[in-house]
């Protein structure tokens, strides 16, 4: 019953409530609040689909209700937004208590299919889908339309706007009317006027809460029961009129409700009221208690931060409303003295009426005349325009810049204000402000691109099109260059690209205007000031960023450069071409810098990137017909656009800039693979065209290959092979796909020069795309694209495969060979049919016997095939092209005057050492081809064997060639060749016109058996270099040498060969510094080589006997046999080059005699060839030579010589018991060369070796050990060798002979003190050869033996000090001749002279009076050179400061002495002989008489002269008085001052002899001589006899004070 009650009480409820309700009319009271999140944690997730119910409402609140909402789910998690969040006790005080009671809504999702039938308007009420044009009707529920939510964003918007909207939403928030006493029930009524009459209706511009009518004319806010200062919730939207004026305002209206007597309309009072003015002095104002200044803050940070509401404050006029409320006459009366009492927010969207001023200003501009708005006005609003918001500049983007363009199409310049060019910076810095405001990472700022594309269309009513005015306005702005900040400079270039599409689109709507976007000729559609003003704008953005190379803004001009690459492209399709191709060469001319080449490289091939990265990138190039004539010149007429890429991707290649040079190679890479890899220019014809464009990639290589200029030498040297590697596939790409009449033609029209420096390049190819390993694809090229650009078809299986291996990020490697193999075969397969085309094309030419160089260079091109690996297939194709070469060739090959063959033969040979059978078998066949073809030609195959046996050579040498089985297979495989072509032959094979079966059956069997010997000669061959070779990792130099000589001796009989070998023999010398060695070895070599050019070629410019000088032993014979001498060293050329090099050799060993020799030969050659300037250098360089001679003559070390011997039989049958000379270095010791041969033996022999002395009898030495013997000798020249050899080399070269010289006693010790018992013993031994020879040692092959008795050791010993003082008289120099009168004739220091006085002359009976004689004559030599030196030491003593006078007097005292000394025992002698002087002895008395000088000595009795300043001193006195007519005590008197001077007299012993006749020289007294008394007997002269041979020491022995033996 009670559930009955209730139901009737609900229904009642029910039924009267909208009764009760309708009494209050338009005021509403709020009831409750509830909330709930639409989205969850993921905004893809929906919490209200359907129905949906608030289970939690609550009372009205005293807060602004999105306060509390933010407060309630503050602390709610994110992933529980579907469940209601907890009400903690203090937010409850704030949120208020709970109704209790429940809503209930329903809510459906709506996606676009079923949106067709349905009306759909936007937040402004504006049609949107299928409304047909009508109004909206609000009708029933079930016909509501779906309107859309306006979102206000949490951050900036950084949008523009692109619908239209004039919206103001307003948020009262609170009013104070607490001083008015009668208000109680407040309500807040809202319109929008235009007019200040009260009379007058509202404008129906206000959104109706409900959806059953679109826009209501007033409305009010919520009643707030007993509140004087009630909190407003409500948001009132309203539409602006789209045209303001001043009126336009807004009416607040403040209204109390009554108390409510009956059910009628409740009482309304009004209690005041608010203005606001909408449109204040032409923009919107809605705050207008802030001066402009505030406002321009307050905008500026609300459009940094998002779309937050702006806060008014107003005061309450208590008063009715009454007609012209809006005069300012009026006195209004204020409540609460004016203060703010109606707080409230807004939001302005609108899309026409901004609120920043500046904006406004400048909207208000467009379209406005000169006489409406003066210039300067336009300039100042321009200049205001720089500090607008960036957020305000994206919002009213497109009409901004629409205004700004406007601006510099309708204005001109006057009176020295230019406002498009203010309009312009102005809109470069909007660009600016825009584009760092989004932030965007690209290039091109997506809002901007949107404008130019969608937006951006030339007005109609303009004076002239926009680019004309914009690209005149961009010049004049780059000649300014007066920015006001930095970034805002460097944002023309960012920006650039904006403006150059605003320009190009503007071009095209300027054309499509007059039908004319499509005419051939565009020559004359634009105006001329405009191309002018275009070209200049290129040349001052290209001087003005090339200048920021290198800088902080580098950047931004690499934007710059792309962007202007764009903008060039783009003109392509628009303006005159060869305008533009014009403006692309002068911006790569401009932008080469060579001081920063690398960057403005960069800029360059990026800018060309672009530039040929066009659509129609092939028709541009005119790919239309075929030409014959293949000439730069040509080809850069038909195809303008790939010339200019071309030439500047090999200028660059040309600088050597590695880095440059890759960035220029990978542009046009990528563009060649982009046309050759298009699908629809896969066929024959269509990739012919291509290779037609890009053929000047060719000559334009070639023109610079060698160019004197910018050769390619650095870049080919420096660049890697993957580099290398991806230029040359784009070469070879365009030589395949060329059709090959083209291809050929152009062989025919080019010169012979560039045709050898093709084959350079062919050869160059081949090295780069060698089969490796090692030259696998590294990070960026990829095999496939490469190989696509060989393909016949692009969309093949084999290259779809090939391209998705490249792109696996794991590398399959057996794949990665697979491709590199494929890459290789087919590379090779190109240079080779190349090759063979130019030889074809070629073949009359080539012909020649004489010099070939185009054959010479086609010949390094197999050359360089065979010398790198290549895949086992192409190795047949290359055989095959080499045997139709030899068969085409080979006249050429066997008949001329070239080496062609000997390069073939070394490079087969190479091959025939190969394991793979195949190469292997192939290489043997073409050599025997070689010989069959050379012995049809000639009779013989003389050429290819001596080829055959010096490459064998040359080969093993270079470590290339190794003794193993598949060369011996080869050289087996000859004779099987021949055998089998023996077996097999019929007279035609070998050409023989002789008809007799038994004539070509000799001749066929000489050549069989021929080819059987070179076989074998070649496996000598092979044994002998390989034993060199191991030879030199185990023998020491001079063993090495020896075999090197061996050798060469051995191919006595082979010119060529023995050429080949004394050259390697003077290499091996010269890294040793033997240059003596290595000048003669290339004697040898010039001597063989002239005897071949004067016996056979009859050459008589050459004097072969000239080499006898310098070699005595040089004997060398070319031969005559046919077929010799058949190397590039027989010729002249030939013949100067080994001069040269002995040359060199010789001066770098001071053998500066032998280099004038072969100076004078070479000067008869150059005189016979008229070689004038080389004879003019020769003759210098003999100059230099002998100044050198004469500078350095005797300062020259030539060599020192060893004797060493070998004994033990661990050193081999060859060196046991011998012995050698060895040739060493200058200052090189004894007992180094002693610790080299220890150490070295040592370690070879493995065992101790023992250095003996040179006094060792070897005879008793153990078999089984290892001695070495080590003397160190001298040269040894027989008498009348020393009398021909006058000067100091001659004396030291060609020596033969060398002594050992060792002296000894009758007592067995090798020094005495007694001179009647010093013997010397000299071993001479003479070697095989002369030294200096191309060997360091040489073998003793005679020895001789001489001894010499003591009164020759003594005349030997005084002439050895005659030479020195010679020496001393010729230099001049003070020190050293101090040195020598110090040990001649100061006694105390040297008693040598006269003991052999006292020895000799003392006891003259018992020697050979004819050695007696001699010594008498060296003794006067040595007296008389003694004077010479004193006299010269006066000269000099005289030029010292100060002279040292003392030390001359010593000397001239002590010289006195030994002089009279002497004197007595040579009188005594020839007084003893027959009493009679000799005139010609120095000793006689008028020999010795001199004549007086002014200032002489006076008699003193010191005998030293009293005038010490005189500067003439006698010094040639013999000690007697200076006058003969001195009395005898005078003569005594000065002999005793002699004696005091020089400190004691010569005593000699006397003879012990008894008799008289018998008796010796006693004393040095001074006797006249007389005859011998009577019945005196004279004694037999002689010499003691020598000791028995038994007593003298070894024949080597050396003196026991000796250092130089061991």
């Not at 209050?24 to 949906?52: H, M, N």
């Not at 000598?1020 to 090197?1044: C, F, H, N, P, W």
């Not at 001749?1377 to 018992?1406: A, K, R």
Request: contains cysteine; aromatic residues 10%; hydrophobic residues 35%.
């Amino acid at each position: 019953a009670k559930e009955k009650e209730k139901e009737k009480i609900r229904i009642k409820l029910k039924s009267e409530a909208p009764q009760f309700c309708a009494s209050y009319g338009e005021f509403r009271q709020p009831f409750g609040w509830a909330c709930t999140p639409v989205f969850g944690f993921k905004d893809s997730d929906l919490i209200i689909d359907g129905a949906f119910t608030f289970s939690r409402i609550f009372q009205p609140a005293r807060e602004p209700i999105p306060d509390l909402i933010q407060a309630l789910y503050a602390n709610h998690p994110k992933q529980k937004l579907h469940e209601p969040p907890a009400v903690s006790k203090e937010l409850a005080k704030r949120i208020g208590r709970e109704m209790g009671a429940s809503l209930t809504i329903r809510s459906r999702i709506v996606d676009e299919d079923s949106l067709e039938d349905v009306i759909v308007l936007d937040s402004s009420l504006q049609p949107i889908m299928d409304c047909d044009g009508e109004e909206p009707d609000f009708g029933d529920y079930t016909d509501f339309p779906i309107r859309e939510v306006f979102e206000f964003a949490q951050g900036p918007v950084r949008s523009p706007h692109m619908a239209f909207m004039n919206n103001l939403y307003l948020y009262p928030l609170s009013v104070n009317l607490s001083k008015l006493g009668s208000a109680r029930n407040i309500a807040v009524r809202v319109e929008v006027r235009d007019s200040d009459d009260p009379d007058d209706a509202p404008l129906k511009c206000i959104y109706a809460r409900n959806n059953k009518s679109g826009w209501v004319s007033e409305v009010y806010t919520a009643v707030r029961a007993k509140e004087k200062a009630p909190v407003l919730t409500e948001e009132l939207k309203i539409l602006l009129p789209p045209s303001l004026s001043s009126k336009h305002h807004l009416l607040i209206t403040y209204l109390n409700l009554g108390k409510m007597k009956t059910r009628e309309k409740k009482p309304v009072s009004v209690l005041g009221y608010t203005v606001l003015p909408l449109y204040v002095n032409g923009r919107i104002n809605l705050r207008p208690e802030e001066d402009e200044d505030a406002k321009g803050s307050k905008r500026e940070a609300k459009a940094k931060g998002s779309n937050s509401s702006e806060e008014i404050n107003l005061p309450v006029i208590a008063a009715e409303i009454e007609k012209g409320y809006l005069n300012p006459a009026n006195q209004p009366h204020y409540l609460d003295g004016g203060k703010p009492l109606l707080h409230m927010k807004y939001k302005l969207m609108s899309t026409i009426y901004p609120e920043d001023g500046v904006i406004t200003r400048l909207f208000h501009s467009y379209g406005k005349t000169d006489a409406e708005l003066p210039s300067k006005q336009v300039c100042s609003i321009l200049q205001e325009c720089r500090h607008m918001s960036p957020l305000l500049a994206i919002q009213y983007m497109p009409v901004i810049i629409r205004c700004l363009l406007e601006i510099m199409t309708m204005r001109e310049r006057s009176g020295g204000l230019n406002p498009p060019l203010e309009a312009f910076k102005c809109l470069v810095i909007v660009l600016h402000k825009i584009k760092v405001e989004m932030g965007e990472k690209v290039a091109r700022t997506s809002l901007l691109e949107l404008y130019v594309n969608y937006i951006f269309d030339q007005s109609s009513g303009s004076k002239k099109p926009i680019f004309e005015p914009l690209c005149f306005n961009f010049l004049l702005f780059m000649m300014e260059k007066k920015m006001q900040s930095e970034s805002e400079d460097d944002s023309i270039f960012v920006n650039s690209w904006f403006l150059f599409d605003l320009i190009i689109k503007s071009m095209a709507l300027y054309l499509e205007e007059r039908r004319a976007l499509n005419l051939n000729n565009r020559t004359s559609l634009f105006p001329d000031s405009y191309s002018r003003s275009l070209v200049k704008l290129l040349s001052f953005l290209t001087q003005y960023f090339k200048l920021h190379l290198g800088t902080s803004k580098q950047e931004d001009m690499k934007i710059l450069n792309r962007n202007l690459a764009v903008f060039i492209k783009d003109l392509m399709c628009v303006f005159d071409r060869g305008i533009v191709l014009d403006m692309i060469r002068t911006y790569l001319t401009e932008i080469t810098d060579e001081n920063n080449f690398e960057i403005s490289t960069t800029f360059k091939f990026e800018f060309l990137t672009i530039i040929n990265d066009h659509d129609y990138y092939i028709p541009l190039n005119l790919p239309f017909g075929y030409e014959s004539e293949m000439t730069l010149a040509k080809l850069s007429q038909k195809h303008p656009l790939a010339m200019i890429l071309l030439y500047e991707v090999v200028e660059t290649l040309s600088s050597g800039n590695i880095a440059a040079s890759n960035h220029a190679i990978g542009c046009l890479y990528d563009i060649m693979i982009k046309q050759f890899c298009f699908k629809d220019y896969a066929d024959t014809d269509h990739r012919d065209r291509l290779a037609h464009i890009f053929f000047a990639i060719l000559p334009l290589l070639l023109k610079q290959w060698s160019s004197t200029v910018r050769p390619l030498t650095k870049w080919l040297e420096n660049a890697k092979v993957m580099e290398k590697r991806e230029f040359y596939v784009l070469v070879l790409a365009v030589i395949k796909h060329l059709r090959e009449e083209n291809f050929k033609a152009w062989l025919q029209q080019e010169n012979t020069k560039t045709l050898e420096e093709f084959c350079d390049v062919l050869c160059d190819v081949i090295y780069c795309f060698e089969y490796s390993i090692d030259h696998k694809r590294q990070t960026k090229t990829l095999m496939s694209s490469e190989l696509a650009l060989f393909m016949t078809e692009v969309g093949s299986d084999e290259m779809k495969e090939l391209l998705k291996g490249s792109q696996d990020k794991v590398r399959n490697p057996g794949e990665e060979l697979e491709r590199l193999k494929q890459l290789s075969m087919e590379a090779a397969l190109v240079v080779l049919h190349t090759l063979e085309q130019m030889l074809h094309v070629h073949y009359d030419s080539l012909q020649s016997l004489g010099e070939n160089p185009l054959l010479g260079k086609a010949i390094k091109v197999y050359e360089a095939f065979m010398k790198k690996d290549q895949t086992e297939a192409f190795h047949h194709h290359l055989y095959a092209s080499l045997r139709s070469f030899a068969y085409r060739f080979q006249v050429v090959l066997f008949k001329g005057d070239n080496n062609f063959v000997g390069r073939l033969v070394r490079q087969v040979l190479r091959h025939c050492s190969f394991h793979n059978m195949s190469v292997n078998t192939e290489a043997a066949t073409f050599l025997f081809v070689l010989l069959k073809l050379n012995h049809l030609q000639v009779g013989t195959f003389s050429r290819t064997r001596i080829q055959a046996i010096t490459s064998v050579s040359k080969l093993v040498s270079d470590r290339i060639l190794k003794e193993d089985a598949m060369l011996k297979l080869s050289f087996a495989r000859l004779s099987d060749f021949a055998l089998y072509s023996y077996s097999t032959f019929f007279q035609k094979d070998l050409g023989y016109t002789d008809h007799s079966r038994k004539g070509v059956s000799h001749m066929h069997a000489s050549f069989t058996r021929g080819v059987q010997g070179l076989g074998e000669t070649l496996g000598t061959i092979l044994r002998d270099t390989i034993r060199v070779k191991q030879m030199e990792e185990s023998a020491d130099a001079e063993m090495i040498g020896d075999l090197y000589f061996q050798i060469a001796q051995g191919y006595i009989n082979t010119p060529d060969l023995r050429i080949e070998w004394l050259m390697h023999l003077a290499e091996f010398q010269a890294q040793l510094e033997h240059y003596p060695e290595a000048g003669m070895c290339m004697i040898h070599v010039a001597a063989l080589i002239a005897d071949y050019l004067v016996s056979l070629r009859g050459v008589k410019t050459i004097n072969v006997d000239a080499f006898t000088r310098i070699c005595p032993s040089v004997s060398e014979f070319a031969g005559d046999e046919e077929g010799l001498c058949q190397t590039h060293h027989f010729s002249i050329k030939g013949f100067t080059s080994a001069v040269e090099r002995a040359i060199e050799y010789f001066r770098q060993a001071t053998l500066w005699e032998f280099a004038a020799v072969l100076y004078n030969i070479e000067i008869s050659v150059f005189e016979a060839n008229h070689e004038y300037g080389r004879l003019a250098a020769t003759y210098q360089k003999q100059s230099e030579i002998w100044h050198a001679v004469e500078r350095e003559n005797e300062n020259r070390l030539l060599g020192t010589y060893f004797r060493v011997g070998f004994y033990g039989q661990k050193f081999g049958e060859e060196l046991d018991h011998s012995e050698w000379i060895y040739k060493e270095a200058g200052l090189t010791h004894l007992f180094d060369l002693k610790d080299r041969f220890v150490e070295f033996w040592s370690k070879r022999l493995g065992c101790e070796v023992t250095v003996i002395d040179a006094s060792k009898d070897v005879s008793k030495l153990d078999s089984l050990g290892c001695f070495i013997q080590i003397t160190k000798v001298e040269p040894y020249l027989d008498p009348e060798e020393a009398e021909e050899r006058k000067t100091f080399v001659a004396q030291r070269t060609s020596l033969r002979k060398f002594v050992i010289v060792t002296p000894f006693s009758s007592k067995g010790k090798a020094q005495t003190d007694d001179l009647a018992d010093q013997y010397t013993k000299k071993t001479i031994l003479v070697v095989k050869g002369s030294f200096p020879y191309m060997m360091t040692r040489l073998p003793v092959v005679q020895r001789d033996m001489i001894i010499i008795n003591p009164i020759d050791n003594s005349i030997n010993a005084l002439r050895e000090r005659c030479t020195q003082f010679e020496e001393q008289l010729n230099i001049r120099q003070y020190q050293t001749l101090s040195q020598i009168l110090q040990g001649t004739v100061l006694v105390m220091v040297s008693q040598g002279p006269l003991e052999i006085c006292h020895v000799f002359l003392g006891n003259w009976q018992q020697h050979d009076p004819h050695k007696i004689s001699e010594l008498i004559h060296v003794i006067r030599v040595f007296v008389e050179k003694c004077g010479q030196l004193l006299e010269l030491n006066k000269e000099l003593t005289i030029q010292q400061s100060p002279p040292p006078w003392t030390f001359h007097f010593e000397c001239l005292a002590g010289y006195q002495y030994v002089k009279g000394s002497m004197l007595e025992f040579v009188e005594a002698v020839n007084f003893a002989r027959g009493g009679m002087y000799d005139e010609s002895d120095p000793f006689s008395e008028s020999a010795t008489e001199t004549t007086e000088h002014d200032g002489a000595y006076s008699d003193d009795e010191d005998g030293v002269g009293s005038s010490f300043n005189m500067l003439s001193i006698p010094v040639g006195g013999s000690g007697r008085d200076s006058h003969p007519n001195t009395p005898t005590s005078a003569r005594k008197k000065r002999s005793g001052s002699v004696k005091a001077a020089g400190g004691q007299s010569p005593r000699p012993t006397r003879a012990k002899s008894g008799s008289r006749g018998e008796s010796s020289i006693e004393s040095p007294r001074r006797k006249r001589p007389g005859k011998p008394r009577t019945g005196e007997k004279k004694k037999k002269l002689g010499t003691p006899p020598p000791p028995p041979v038994d007593s003298l020491p070894p024949p080597d022995a050396p003196p026991e004070d000796s250092d130089d033996e061991y």
